[in-house]
């Protein structure tokens, strides 16, 4: 009786199972200690805990990463967008519901950012193969209007900012990178992403590429009156203490923040070549009819891999069948902005290629700590799916 008791207790002994998350944020910031346990702790016993040294270190440090002039630390990404709109409006004398021409398949906050600022997004369509903003498409959208584009640099790969910089200049536009997803890509020339524009918006989100504990953000430019404009509507709209030139806001990037995101920045080209040896593998690892990877081509500085994107008819289903295996994933994004609640006036909009990426993308496992192991059991796990 008891042996065979010992026997089944053996046999149903639960295995450990296989964990993959799509992005251990546990594991990220550890890898960082002791460093920024120092820093944190620096911060306060000091005393002092916005706008101080950390900050202004941290913006000078990042202007010279981005080869820019000026950077200036805020809230978050979207805040960043939306203060260089409003700056621009004010700067130009933008009228209400001018236009800014905005990629379709975009995280909504670009598109909160226009709308925030009192001005109207014009949607155009990505490129099929990669969801980039498509710059062959721009000039059928640009009218009397029409003051601004902004290019997203989404999933990390760089837009093609040398054609759509000639465009704006013809045509008199303004240009906003929103670079959120791009920290560190370069172009061939090696300009980094943040200084290919006339301004840059940054998120320091947790799950970036260089993310703090909590929210951040920051503007980049080389245009000095902006970066005069953008810090002051950023800081309530002051000029000076308790003289307020513009309706501004209380967006500031906090001391322990940029203190964290010093000691993340030092490391963070040798992370995103990380990220581009575990994107190397899994396009050449890869191999089921029903996915389409990301090109080859693509690998090189003007990629940072945020995201590593493939796409599948069947998505639900691979997604539903990497969870059974322990494999986390997430969609970016399963709705564009044209068909949310929240824009239902464009919701009649038919944007064919960029309803088509948010029905079909998944994003797989990516962290430059992934281990080999847990990158060849993704790469055989997703060959065994029938799709």
Request: hydrophobic share 40%; glycine share 6%; proline share 4%.
């Amino acid at each position: 009786m008891f042996g065979f008791l010992f026997i089944y207790l053996l046999s149903h002994k639960k295995r450990k199972q296989v964990d993959i998350r799509y992005f251990d944020l546990a594991r990220i910031n550890d890898s960082f200690r002791p460093e920024i346990d120092e820093a944190v702790n620096n911060v306060i016993t000091s005393g002092w805990y916005l706008n101080g040294d950390e900050t202004k270190k941290f913006e000078k440090e990042f202007a010279e990463f981005t080869g820019c002039t000026h950077c200036i630390g805020t809230g978050n990404g979207l805040d960043a967008l939306t203060i260089v709109l409003k700056a621009w409006k004010k700067i130009y004398k933008w009228n209400d519901n001018d236009e800014v021409i905005v990629p379709a398949n975009t995280f909504i906050a670009t598109v909160l950012a226009i709308t925030d600022s009192g001005l109207k997004p014009v949607f155009c369509e990505p490129k099929e193969s990669n969801a980039l903003m498509d710059e062959s498409k721009l000039e059928q959208y640009i009218n009397a209007r029409t003051r601004a584009i902004i290019p997203v640099h989404l999933y990390g790969q760089l837009c093609n900012m040398e054609e759509i910089m000639h465009l704006a200049f013809k045509r008199g536009l303004k240009v906003l990178e929103d670079a959120c997803q791009a920290h560190g890509a370069k172009d061939k020339n090696g300009k980094r992403a943040g200084n290919l524009g006339d301004a840059a918006a940054f998120s320091f989100y947790p799950g970036k590429n260089i993310g703090a504990l909590g929210d951040g953000g920051a503007v980049t430019t080389s245009d000095e009156k902006l970066a005069e404009t953008v810090r002051c509507m950023a800081n309530y709209g002051q000029v000076r203490k308790y003289v307020n030139e513009y309706k501004g806001k209380n967006s500031r990037l906090d001391e322990i923040q940029a203190a964290i995101l010093r000691v993340k920045l030092r490391r963070l080209d040798s992370d995103n070549e990380k990220r581009r040896e575990i994107a190397k593998k899994y396009i050449s690892g890869i191999k089921n009819d029903g996915i389409i990877l990301p090109s080859s081509e693509c690998i090189g500085p003007q990629h940072v891999f945020h995201i590593f994107a493939i796409r599948t008819a069947k998505r639900d289903m691979l997604q539903a069948n990497l969870a059974i295996h322990g494999i986390q994933t997430l969609v970016h994004y399963p709705f564009p902005p044209h068909k949310q609640k929240a824009y239902e006036e464009y919701n009649n909009l038919s944007m064919p290629i960029a309803e088509k990426w948010s029905a079909e993308e998944l994003s797989l496992p990516m962290s430059p700590l992934m281990h080999d192991e847990e990158i060849d059991y993704i790469i055989s796990t997703i060959n065994s799916i029938k799709l």
